[in-house]
Nanobody, 124 residues
Framework: QVQLVESGGGLVQAGGSLRLSCAAS????????MGWFRQAPGKEREFVAA????????KYADSVKGRFTISVDNAKNTMYLQMRNLKPEDTAVYYC?????????????????WGQGTQVTVSS
């Protein structure tokens, strides 16, 4: 059974940085694609970034391109989201997700496994 556990959220001032982690267990993830999504109050969950666990290829939402970096550490079975130059509009609960096929997709329904989420709050 796949388990995803996020950590690293918190409160940060605009312009600051945070690094989110997603510890994955229960499978060999070499054939998986992983993603980060976020959901702000009153809004739908939206795509942030995705990465192929084995190939390292990445995809980003336009709103975070150039500011966020997604990566994986195979030895630790952990995915990261390095967030820089944070803006108040980045405030949301951030979720990690996994799908058991390759393909860097942007829709929530393409991912079968989800973590519990971690809150990121950016103050102005």
């Amino acid at each position: 059974q796949v388990q995803l556990v996020e950590s690293g959220g918190g409160l940060v001032q605009a312009g600051g940085s945070l690094r989110l982690s997603c510890a994955a267990s229960g499978r060999t993830f070499s054939s998986y694609a992983m993603g980060w999504f976020r959901q702000a109050p009153g809004k739908e969950r939206e795509f942030v970034a995705a990465i192929s666990w084995s190939r390292g290829s990445t995809k980003y939402a336009d709103s975070v391109k150039g500011r966020f970096t997604i990566s994986v550490d195979n030895a630790k079975n952990t995915m990261y989201l390095q967030m820089r130059n944070l803006k108040p509009e980045d405030t949301a609960v951030y979720y990690c997700a996994a799908r058991s096929q390759i393909g860097l997709l942007r829709e929530t329904y393409d991912y079968g496994y989800w973590g519990q989420g971690t809150q990121v709050t950016v103050s102005s």
